[in-house]
């Protein structure tokens, strides 16, 4: 059974950074150095918004808007981690963050599992 475990969540203040971290278990090490990985968040009283995705080496990535030039978001297939830097934190990205992983890169990519998420508060 495939488990995403998230890490690293916790109370800062704005401009400050924080590292979450993904740890999967219960799949195959092709099945996951091939999976596409994404952050997602939801924040209180909103609907949950992609974050950053990766493909399965690493070498592209996709951000939205709201998080580009400050988030960066990298994995380690040997260790079978997905990480999200955050740097410049800001009140606005107070949400409880989740990673999910996909077989597809694409903006349209379907997730097939998902985290129970870890809180990221910041306060200002």
């Known amino acids: 059974q495939v488990q995403l475990v998230e890490s690293g969540g916790g109370l800062v203040q704005a401009g400050e950074s924080l590292r979450l971290s993904c740890a999967s278990s219960?799949?195959?090490?092709?099945?996951?150095?091939?999976?596409?990985m994404a952050w997602f968040r939801r924040a209180p009283g909103k609907e949950r918004e992609f974050v950053a995705r990766?493909?399965?080496?690493?070498?592209?990535?996709a951000y939205a808007d709201s998080v580009k030039g400050r988030f960066t978001i990298s994995r380690d297939n040997l260790k079978s981690l997905l990480y999200l830097q955050m740097n410049a934190a800001q009140p606005a990205d107070t949400a409880v963050y989740y990673c999910?992983?996909?077989?597809?890169?694409?903006?349209?990519?379907?997730?097939?599992?998902w985290g129970h998420g870890t809180q990221v508060t910041v306060s200002s």
């Open positions: 999910a992983q996909s077989q597809d890169f694409s903006d349209y990519a379907e997730y097939d599992y």
């Open positions: 990766i493909n399965w080496d690493g070498s592209d990535t």
């Open positions: 219960g799949q195959s090490f092709t099945t996951w150095a091939t999976a596409a």
